[in-house]
């Protein structure tokens, strides 16, 4: 029940293009979900957040847009740039649980010229 | 804003040596840091939590004998590794948790890439 299942695991993209990545999760008591990028020998970094209480958040290009009925979750990449070439992790949070982030297992995203 | 760093960046250490990374939020407080481990092309693994001032939980299956953490101020958490292994190799990640201003939500630091030989 504390798991974040996503998808799709890799993810090939033309430039220009538009990138989604999903995210779905069981525990309803999950309150923050938080999307993070990750370059090679890097830490990651937080890259747009979202709390359940609102459906779509935008940020520049990058939208989270959230079905709390359908417990899922995605993140849309508009515009695609080679230099979004990077892993992409879902994550999720309990408020009450002191910020533990639940990781999902990430999506590798190579944006080709 | 929100900065965390870690140090070393990379460390390479002999079998049965004890390797100390340190995670420091350089302008925020961070009442509690968390540490993960990253294994090539996988997922964060969070090894434990750890609160300014008292002991750090650890995650099932996490040997706290030999992954010492120690939070001692709230800018400030270490790890060590002891008497590490070639299987201990791994990437290393610290993060710290922001409570207010510009520095809310979980914010990580650059990573230690530890090789054991």
């Known amino acids: 029940q504390q798991q974040v299942k996503q998808s799709p695991q890799s993810l090939i993209v033309q430039k220009g293009g538009i990138s989604i990545i999903n995210c779905a999760y069981e525990n309803t008591a999950f309150d923050y979900f938080p999307w993070y990028q990750q370059f090679p020998g890097k830490g990651p970094a937080l890259l747009i957040a979202i709390r359940p209480d609102v459906s779509e958040k935008k940020e520049g290009r990058f939208t989270i847009s959230f079905n709390k009925s359908a417990k899922q979750f995605s993140l849309h990449i508009m515009d695609s740039q080679p230099g979004d070439s990077a892993t992409y992790f879902c994550?999720?949070?309990?408020?009450?649980?002191?910020?533990?982030?639940?990781f999902g297992q990430g999506t590798e995203l190579s944006v080709k010229p | 804003g929100a900065v965390v760093s870690q140090h070393p960046s990379r460390v390479i250490c002999k079998s049965g040596t004890s390797v100390k990374i340190e995670c420091r939020s350089l302008?925020?407080?961070?009442?509690?840091m968390f540490w993960y481990r990253q294994f090539p092309k996988q997922s964060l693994m969070l090894m434990a939590t750890?609160?300014?001032?008292?002991?750090?939980?650890?995650e099932q299956g996490v040997e706290k004998d030999k992954f010492l953490i120690n939070h001692a101020s709230l800018t400030l958490s270490t790890l060590t590794v002891t008497s590490a292994h070639p299987e201990d190799s791994s990437f290393y990640i610290c993060?710290?948790?922001?409570?207010?201003?510009?520095?809310?939500?979980?914010?990580f630091g650059p990573g230690t890439r530890l090789t054991v030989t």
């Open positions: 750890s609160n300014e001032g008292s002991k750090a939980t650890y």
């Open positions: 302008d925020f407080q961070a009442t509690t």
């Open positions: 993060s710290a948790r922001g409570t207010s201003g510009r520095a809310r939500g979980q914010y």
């Open positions: 994550a999720a949070s309990i408020k009450n649980q002191g910020g533990k982030l639940i």
